[in-house]
């Protein structure tokens, strides 16, 4: 099945730096990829996703890049902000059956220091 | 208007009891999905459901059950609970047929069992 591995655990930034997050994913099969931000007692919350299809998609401060190649793909967050503080997840999963459960890894903690 | 809600939030209970917990989506989709996150914030799938097939994770005891009435709920019920089932259960949903397939999360239960 999927393995889906996230970098680094923890991420501490000035405000107004960005902040990159990496993943790594096994299936090649896989062809979608969410992100997810989760704050502090809540539920995660999708921000971005791509497909394979796409090497990269940007959403203001937000933009995710994929290497299908070497089965990874990346988040990157300029000019971060306080409330950016959350941790992040990284998902993969196949979207050509319809039952396709999505496959975490293990989070980002991403700290934003003011 | 929350799109997708369960009960209860909190779930206190001792080891041995059986307890359900409630999913219900308002999206129209038909997929739904249990995600257990374990005390250092890892998100993993137990089950996904639509009306064609159910999919176990084969780690999942089979003292968890999903149960769902209809499209717009999915229940999950646990026998004999014990300690290390205290975490928090997200639920979730997708529309099958759609392009992007967003899974959209409950607010999540937090089971503590003592």
């Known amino acids: 099945g999927e393995n889906v591995e996230q970098h680094p655990s923890t991420l501490s930034v000035q405000e107004g730096d960005s902040a990159v997050i990496k993943c790594t994913y096994s299936d090649s099969a896989s062809n979608y990829f969410p992100w997810y931000k989760q704050e502090l007692g809540k539920r995660p919350q999708l921000i971005i996703d791509?497909?394979?299809?796409?090497g990269e998609k940007k959403d203001q401060r937000i933009a995710v890049t994929l290497n299908k190649t070497a089965k990874h793909f990346s988040l990157h967050i300029t000019e971060t902000q306080p409330e950016d503080s959350a941790v992040y997840f990284c998902?993969?999963?196949?979207?050509?059956?319809?039952?396709?459960?999505?496959?975490f890894g293990k989070g980002t903690r991403l700290s934003v220091i003011a | 208007d929350t799109a997708v809600s369960q009960t209860p939030k909190y779930l206190v209970t001792q080891m041995g009891n059986d307890k359900s917990i409630k999913c219900e989506q308002n999206l129209g989709h038909d997929t739904m999905y249990w995600y257990k996150q374990d005390s250092k914030k890892f998100l993993k799938i137990m089950f996904s459901?639509?009306?064609?097939?159910?999919?176990i994770n084969e780690t999942v005891p089979n003292r968890f059950s999903p149960k769902s009435p209809d499209k717009a709920h999915l229940n999950l019920h646990i026998n004999s609970l014990e300690l290390g089932d205290s975490a928090v259960y997200f639920c979730?949903?997708?529309?099958?047929?759609?392009?992007?397939?967003?899974?959209?999360f409950g607010p999540g239960t937090r089971l503590l069992v003592l």
């Open positions: 998902a993969a999963s196949t979207l050509n059956s319809g039952n396709t459960p999505l496959v």
């Open positions: 791509i497909r394979s299809n796409v």
């Open positions: 979730a949903s997708s529309l099958a047929d759609s392009p992007q397939r967003v899974q959209y």
């Open positions: 459901y639509n009306n064609k097939e159910l999919i």
